[in-house]
């Protein structure tokens, strides 16, 4: 089946830093990638989508200046938060989509800690 | 109201019970609906798709009911390593965007 690999798998950082999470499809080609958030015992939230080549779709109450979605290849989308702070420590999940197959294949999540 | 709600639980059943959760939509336009697994700190991985006439999958049953605008999902002989989060997942009519649940938690024990 499609893979879509998440790196890193963790990170703890020091507030003010920025944080880039990378999300790669191994085996397809991911017209769309959607990255999520999901605080504890909470539901996984859009924040956004991303189609290759063309700026990301933020849904409301992301800060597209804070959270920066690239996805320059149909492989590969990164989100960095920028400055970061201990309110954006959270479970973040990217997953991707191949053309319009309703299927989406997750990446492993990346949990941030800032400090 | 939330566009997808479910029973967060947990529900804790013996192992081999039969167990079955739901989760209400409120949207009528929506269109496709799954059943996802989450495991503690893991990414969700699809269960499976519901059909309007009823599916299943091994110990899996999962119901659709349109009129009621909610989704099953049926556990049989339930095991220890069924423990997990489900999630509702639902896309509306045309679009691109899913919705999920906030997740049941399920701990099957011996």
């Known amino acids: 089946g499609a893979v879509v690999s998440q790196h890193p798998s963790w990170v703890i950082c020091k507030s003010g830093t920025s944080v880039k999470i990378e999300c790669r499809s191994l085996?397809?080609?991911?017209?769309?990638m959607f990255w999520y958030r999901q605080f504890p015992k909470q539901s996984l939230m859009l924040m956004a989508t991303?189609?290759?080549?063309?700026?990301?779709?933020?849904e409301q109450g992301v800060e597209k200046d804070k959270f920066l979605i690239n996805h320059a290849s149909l492989t590969l989308s990164t989100l960095t938060v920028t400055s970061a702070h201990p309110e954006d420590s959270s479970f973040y999940i990217c997953?991707?989509?191949?053309?319009?197959?309703?299927?989406?294949?997750f990446g492993s999540g990346t949990q941030l800690s800032v400090l | 109201r939330k566009e997808v709600e479910q029973d967060p639980g947990p529900f804790n059943v013996p192992e081999g019970a039969t167990v079955a959760f739901n989760c209400t939509y409120s949207n009528s336009a929506s269109q496709s609906f799954f059943w996802y697994r989450q495991d503690c700190r893991k990414e969700p991985k699809l269960l499976m798709s519901v059909y309007s006439s009823g599916n299943e999958d091994g110990r899996f049953t999962a119901q659709l009911n349109r009129a009621s605008q909610y989704i099953s999902l049926l556990i049989r002989d339930s095991k220890l390593s069924d423990s997990a989060t489900y999630l509702c997942?639902?896309?509306?009519?045309?679009?691109?965007?899913?919705?999920f649940g906030t997740g049941t938690q399920l701990k099957v024990e011996l």
């Open positions: 997953s991707a989509r191949q053309g319009s197959n309703e299927k989406l294949f």
């Open positions: 085996d397809f080609q991911a017209t769309t």
């Open positions: 997942v639902v896309i509306r009519g045309g679009g691109n965007k899913l919705t």
């Open positions: 991303s189609n290759e080549g063309s700026k990301a779709t933020y």
